[in-house]
């Protein structure tokens, strides 16, 4: 895990005996795992920052190969445990909280740093054994806290109606973090005791973080996603038992032993690794119908798929059906991703035309606006889109998943169940990235692309996903791929008040004007039914023929007009009726001149998404919270994301525990020396910034490739693993380099690539978009490489400054950057849903600044005191 925000350093003291005193390990401003920083030798750290180790000379001693194979596989374990969480909450919670669990990992690092500070010289055992007890409590801990935390009675969907679950959240947190601290706190121990050696522990842990993003994804492929943290523990205790070989005396019979039996515990006892999923997510809530059975489940590192059958109770899942519809819906079998759905698979005899039903579906208004079209679907998922499509007439249809499960499940064991639709002559399926395949080449002319956008919930649980298809860069690229009277069908949830849908034609209305399609008007028809709404686009106006079929479509059915060009306000509402017109106000307000002014007006966040905002589910606005909040006792708070809500409430809580457990405890160092004429404010204030602009700089990458690499998890492993290695070239060379430079020279580079990743992230994301996997991952490592390298260098510099102009606000400097990366990594996430990402890279470019600014005017005001 590279020992991250970590540092050891050695330094030689006067005398004749040159005793070796490292500095001990404190939360630096990088983000994950641990890094290690050689910065420096220290010459004036007050006596009580030093551990003096007469037995064990860091200069004189070498750590053993076993030693540093049991750095790197803790290091390892580490970051995969980092990882691995992401995966595990998006399972039993609604999210992949990557940014809590990166806040949370800093958490526990910052504590481990605080606490070999504080209470390090205490400690009598030798770094061998105490490696292997904290790798052995690493491997115990990191299931055993998660099965703990799973056990905590914390439901998201009471934050808008109770105080408890604030509570129960902090004290999750808590317990995952604790893993983390372990892991901190043994490898930061061998960097105390080995500090002449730090090359080499370096090169171990950094080989080790490498080493534990990729052990991550493969423990999701070979493993059930419940055996997973199972896996790294037994990682964990191959290092304590390495360690335990390296031990000196009786002690070591016993440490491997106990190694042994966790090894073989972990890997073939029933430990607790059940998952214990959120109650109110779809998936326990159908198995909780009579009848209803998991019949199969898979898993990999895109998610856990679970197939429910239920021969009593059979789904029968149609989204926006005719209140007259006529049809009987199929059986059909319920698909759970990640526990969320479901994802309908029917049944449907081979050789038979598609069940009549989707005709009478919202979503089925395209194919009746064209003639056998060559149709696109965007997410076809169990099948029924594109039996939808063949039954509307499609001669050619292209389905694009991104799940292999659920591709492999219709494909293998529902294979007759579904009729064998995926084998259909006309049907062409690829199984990869839906964004990905519009925008690569060669391209070819589809007559409808039909996107579904009811995967997330109407509720507001999925306010903080990122929604690639649905962004106006995504929008222009699908009319891009259009035939000259094609068309662009995206069917969502109605809620009241309106919130999607006007977003969505708010991000298409931008897209067109991209085009240079202005005024758009007469291109769109929109229908809704009783909860679901269905907004059809074409790159040609919509011809007097069509808008006649869609208004025959729609009364056929009792749907709602919402616009369709040439309608007045008395043809919307008249069947689902619901007090105002609000859906077609909405429209024409969108449509007419004053579109701007009425997007910042409207009492939610209608802003059109886009790669750099692409947090399309989350509409709510800062400015209107009082009013909100104001109607909380008649249920307004309700018309808050519940998702979001989550961000507000881990940054504060992030501020107050990163106090408690990385500053106040500097409380107990005795100070003993005085001050040389450094404000502590000013120094504070720093170290602050650069912590902040870390782990803004690294969230905000992240969020960025997330759509360039087509799902949260590859774009945490591959960006993390890139700044852990690239961040560390740069602290290394920090400490190679004289300690004269100023700390401005790497902060202009910072501030001048910064500059070019926000100008060319536009231009470069359409491209990246539509090249090989290989390609995106190698471009993601260029992309971070350069201002990694340079992010790894002010941290360094600074502190080698404050050292000689006040050693004894070192430990409080350390503190105070290990408390700004815990919080930016929240705050990144904050920042970026409600200005976008480039406005985090800028923000986090300006802290760089500000922080170069601080040192300069501590080393002024030194030099007039002096």
Same mark, same amino acid.
């Given at each position: ?573 008249? %069947? ?124 905000? %990458? ?16 591959? $960006? ?118 480039? %406005? $985090? ?26």
């Amino acid at each position: 895990m590279l020992l991250d925000r970590h540092v050891a350093e050695g330094f030689a003291s006067p005398g004749p005996d040159r005793r070796w005193i490292a500095a001990l390990p404190i939360p630096d401003s990088r983000k994950h795992p641990i890094r290690t920083r050689v910065a420096g030798k220290l010459n004036c750290l007050p006596g009580r920052f030093r551990v003096h180790s007469s037995g064990m000379n860091g200069e004189n001693q070498s750590p053993s190969l076993l030693m540093l194979f049991a750095v790197a596989i803790l290091s390892a374990a580490a970051i995969g445990y980092e990882i691995l969480l992401t995966r595990l909450f998006a399972i039993v919670q609604w999210h992949h909280f990557a940014f809590m669990v990166i806040s949370i990992a800093l958490l526990g690092f910052g504590a481990s740093g605080t606490f070999l500070l504080v209470l390090g010289d205490r400690i009598r055992l030798r770094p061998e054994p105490f490696l292997a007890l904290a790798a052995l409590a690493f491997a115990l801990a990191a299931p055993s806290c998660f099965a703990i935390a799973q056990r905590v009675p914390f439901n998201v969907l009471e934050f808008p109606w109770s105080l408890r679950p604030f509570g129960w959240l902090l004290l999750v947190e808590l317990l995952i973090a604790v893993p983390f601290f372990l892991a901190a706190t043994g490898i930061g121990r061998v960097l105390v005791v080995f500090g002449g050696q730090l090359s080499r522990v370096y090169a171990a842990d950094l080989l080790g973080a490498g080493t534990g993003a990729i052990a991550a994804v493969c423990l999701l492929t070979w493993l059930p996603a419940e055996r997973t943290l199972d896996g790294l523990g037994a990682m964990a205790s191959i290092a304590s038992g390495l360690a335990a070989v390296s031990a000196r005396g009786r002690i070591r019979p016993a440490l491997l032993s106990l190694a042994v039996i966790a090894f073989v515990g972990l890997v073939f006892g029933a430990g607790p690794n059940e998952l214990r999923i959120s109650p109110f997510k779809p998936l326990p809530q159908a198995l909780r119908v009579a009848g209803a059975v998991p019949a199969e489940i898979r898993s990999g590192p895109l998610g856990q798929v679970v197939a429910v059958e239920n021969d009593q109770v059979p789904l029968r899942w149609a989204p926006g059906l005719s209140l007259l519809a006529r049809e009987r819906v199929p059986e059909q079998v319920a698909l759970f991703v990640d526990a969320d759905g479901p994802i309908a698979v029917p049944r449907h005899e081979t050789g038979n035309t598609p069940p009549p039903y989707l005709d009478e579906l919202t979503s089925a208004l395209p194919y009746h606006l064209l003639d056998r079209p060559r149709v696109l679907v965007l997410g076809p998922g169990g099948g029924a889109a594109v039996l939808q499509a063949l039954g509307g007439g499609a001669r050619a249809v292209d389905a694009v998943e991104i799940q292999p499960h659920v591709v492999a499940m219709v494909r293998d064991r529902y294979r007759d169940f579904t009729g064998r639709t995926y084998e259909h002559p006309a049907v062409n399926l690829h199984v990869g990235d839906p964004r990905a395949f519009v925008e690569a080449s060669p391209r070819k002319a589809y007559d409808l692309i039909q996107v579904d956008a009811l995967g997330a919930s109407p509720s507001g649980l999925h306010a903080l996903m990122e929604e690639r298809l649905l962004t106006s860069e995504s929008l222009r690229a699908m009319l891009g791929r259009l035939s000259p009277n094609g068309l662009v069908a995206v069917t969502g949830w109605s809620q009241l008040p309106p919130r999607g849908g006007p977003r969505l034609l708010a991000t298409f209305l931008e897209a067109f004007s991209s085009e240079g399609i202005v005024p758009a008007e007469e291109h769109f028809a929109w229908i809704r039914s009783w909860n679901t709404t269905t907004l059809v686009a074409g790159r040609s106006p919509l011809s007097g023929t069509r808008i006649a079929a869609v208004r025959s479509f729609a009364d056929a059915r009792a749907f709602d007009l919402i616009h369709v060009p040439g309608m007045n306000a008395e043809e919307a509402n008249r %069947f689902n009726v619901v007090d105002g017109s609000w859906f077609h106000a909405t429209a024409s307000r969108l449509f007419g001149p004053e579109r701007s002014s009425f997007i910042r007006d409207y009492k939610f966040d209608i802003r059109p998404a886009s790669d750099d905002r692409p947090y399309f589910w989350s509409f709510f606005k800062w400015a209107h919270a009082p009013e909100i909040l104001a109607l909380s006792r008649q249920g307004g708070i309700g018309l808050v994301a519940i998702g979001y809500l989550v961000l507000p409430v881990t940054l504060v809580q992030a501020v107050v525990v990163s106090v408690i457990l990385i500053l106040l405890p500097l409380l107990a160092v005795r100070r003993t020396e005085g001050a040389r004429g450094v404000r502590r404010r000013t120094a504070l204030a720093g170290f602050t910034c650069l912590g902040l602009a870390f782990l803004l700089m690294e969230i905000a %990458f992240i969020s960025r490739f997330t759509v360039i690499l087509s799902h949260p998890l590859h774009a945490l492993v591959v $960006v993390l693993a890139a700044f852990l290695a690239f961040a560390g070239i740069g602290s290394w060379l920090a400490g190679r380099l004289d300690a004269g430079i100023p700390v401005a020279r790497p902060v202009a580079g910072i501030v001048v690539i910064a500059a070019a990743y926000i100008a060319a992230f536009p231009h470069v994301t359409n491209w990246l978009l539509g090249v090989s996997p290989s390609l995106k991952i190698a471009a993601a490592v260029a992309s971070v490489a350069p201002i990694a390298t340079l992010m790894g260098m002010p941290f360094p510099l600074s502190l080698a400054r404050l050292r000689r102009l006040d050693p004894r606000l070192v430990p409080w400097a350390w503190g105070a950057n290990g408390c700004a990366s815990v919080i930016g990594a929240i705050l990144a996430i904050l920042l970026a849903i409600q200005f976008g990402q480039s %406005f $985090v890279i800028g923000c986090a470019a300006l802290l760089y600044v500000l922080a170069s600014l601080s040192v300069t005017r501590m080393e002024k005001k030194h030099r007039k005191r002096a």
